[in-house]
């Protein structure tokens, strides 16, 4: 939050301990809504032998039981997407860097 002129204090949280924070690999997520709260649901999906993939027409069906459930009131979206296209366009310009040094 930060201070405008109705006189709000400006809170500022830092996380501690983050490598103590237990953690899954994900590489899915699946997003629905309520009228309240937005739901994410995070899991793996392993790649699957091209001859075992259940195929109904040209769509191929894959089941897969999610990890992480996480339930986010929607105030909390615009702060999620904005940090996570900022922390996208640092982890960019690292690769783009590091592309040049292999040069």
């Given amino acids: ?40 649901y995070f899991s793996e999906i392993a790649p699957l032998p091209t001859l075992k993939i259940p195929r109904s027409g040209n769509a191929v069906t894959v089941k897969t039981q999610p990890k992480i459930k996480l339930t986010v009131p929607p105030t909390v979206i615009p702060r999620i997407i904005e940090a996570l296209q900022k922390n996208y366009e640092k982890y960019k310009e690292s690769l783009r860097k590091r592309e040049q040094q292999n040069d």
């Fill in 1 to 40: 939050m930060k201070s405008d002129q109705k006189g709000e204090i400006e809170v500022k949280v830092q996380p501690i301990k983050l490598d103590e924070v237990p953690g899954e690999y994900v590489n899915y997520m699946y997003v629905a809504h309520t009228g309240d709260d937005f739901h994410l």
